[in-house]
């Protein structure tokens, strides 16, 4: 049984507003639990997988978090379902072909059997996002969350600090990253990696600023996740970009006091993408 990295847990006078967010994907699931009449998030629980767990043990995982952790027992008003399984591509409107989705997300990530396969469209930016999701992930959640809406981190995370049209973004699990590059106001590249040392990190990043002609060195880099100003990853990362800030919660929301015990960073990009789908 997969034991719970945090798990924060308040409570309300209300039982009548609630709202779930769930986070899921290959590294892990977490949820969110927001009070609409007080506009307060209460809840943070949050489960890390190893990425040598195979695709059947992340659906056990899931499975059994789903029917024994408290916090998913309760009755929600409503339920929101972000995807963030490392299978996505993000398609201009003028190149996308519903009929191709396999072959589109196959060139890229190989053998798809035993997912299902999704698109939507992400109107404002223009762009069609097409991602495979676990049949048995799905159908797990899906049964116990029969009415929950659907969308993927990636079309969410297009929003993220939106006044930013410069942001070299990074948001870490414990063992890998998803680097979001926006420059001049336009998208570049949103991707997962998986890492063992900080040194792969390393690469990632300053990779992804090549690609796209960014200069690290003088870039902001935004974090956020599993990583800590003391630790040997920052201190790689900072040899390389010496500017780093972490995220902050998002200012528009109310927090529980135990949420805000722990370093904002942690849990900020789940709150950031709950924002977004509010």
């Known amino acids: 049984m997969i034991k719970s990295t945090f798990n924060i ?7 009548e507003a609630l709202h779930l967010f769930i986070n899921a ?10 009070d609409k009449e007080t506009d307060t998030f209460l809840s943070v629980q949050v489960f890390h997988f190893t990425k040598q767990m195979s ?21 929600f008003v ?27 997300l196959g060139i890229v990530y190989g053998d798809l059997n035993g ?15 097409v991602y495979a999701v676990q049949v048995k992930v799905e159908n797990s959640i899906a049964q116990k969350f029969p009415y929950g809406i659907q969308t993927h981190q990636s ?29 001049k106001g336009q998208l570049q590249v949103i991707q997962n990696f998986d890492f063992n040392t900080p040194e792969d990190v390393v690469y990632h990043v300053l990779n992804v600023c090549q690609q796209f002609e960014v200069d690290a060195s003088g870039t902001v880099l935004t974090a956020s996740g599993m990583i ?16 780093i800030k972490f995220l902050a919660l ?23 993408l709950a924002s977004c789908v509010l």
């Not at 847990?9 to 039982?15: N, Q």
């Not at 992340?58 to 998913?72: G, K, M, N, P």
């Not at 929101?80 to 396999?102: H, Q």
């Not at 998002?250 to 950031?272: C, D, Q, R, V």
């Open 78 to 104: 409503k339920t929101e379902i972000i995807w963030s399984c490392t299978e996505s591509i993000l398609v201009p409107n003028a190149y996308f072909d519903k009929g191709l989705r396999k072959d589109t």
């Open 55 to 75: 695709k059947n043990e992340v659906a056990i995982a899931i499975d059994d978090i789903l029917q024994t952790e408290a916090l998913l027992q309760k009755i």
């Open 228 to 243: 800590d100003a003391k630790s040997n990853l920052y201190n790689e990362l900072y040899k390389y970009v010496p500017s």
């Open 25 to 34: 994907g290959n590294q892990g699931i977490a949820f969110t639990e927001w």
């Open 155 to 183: 079309s969410v995370m297009l929003d993220i600090e939106p006044n930013e049209k410069d942001l070299l973004y990074c948001n870490f699990n414990t063992d890998s990253l998803t680097v979001l590059l926006r420059k």
């Open 250 to 272: 998002p200012g528009n929301h109310n927090y529980t006091a135990a949420i805000k015990e722990y370093p904002e960073h942690y849990f900020s990009h789940l709150f950031a």
């Open 115 to 129: 997912s299902v396969l999704k698109d939507e469209l992400v109107l404002q930016h223009q762009l069609h996002n």
């Open 9 to 15: 847990t308040g409570s309300s006078e209300s039982d």
